[in-house]
């Protein structure tokens, strides 16, 4: 995982959660689920399932949120 991850340049934590303990402590319930943070570390967003699934614009609003966070 770690040599794919940097093949592909992701330098952003990854976790690999194979008991489901992280899944759990989240409360997910679907796959995938998005969620985004804070500079403070608080969840302030969330979308559950596919961000464009059925063109329902999930990747539109989500970039908008970034944004919006980032100017905090």
């Known amino acids: 995982m770690r040599e794919k991850a940097e093949k592909e340049s992701l330098n952003f934590p990854i976790i ?3 008991d489901k303990s992280n899944w ?3 409360g997910n319930s679907m796959w995938p689920s998005v969620y985004l943070i804070d500079k403070k570390g608080y969840v302030r967003y969330w979308h559950y399932g596919e961000l464009d699934w059925n063109d329902n614009g999930g990747q ?9 966070l980032l100017k905090e």
């Not at 539109?60 to 919006?68: A, Q, V």
């Open 16 to 18: 690999i959660d194979n």
């Open 24 to 26: 759990n402590a989240w």
């Open 60 to 68: 539109i609003l989500m970039k908008k949120r970034i944004e919006k």
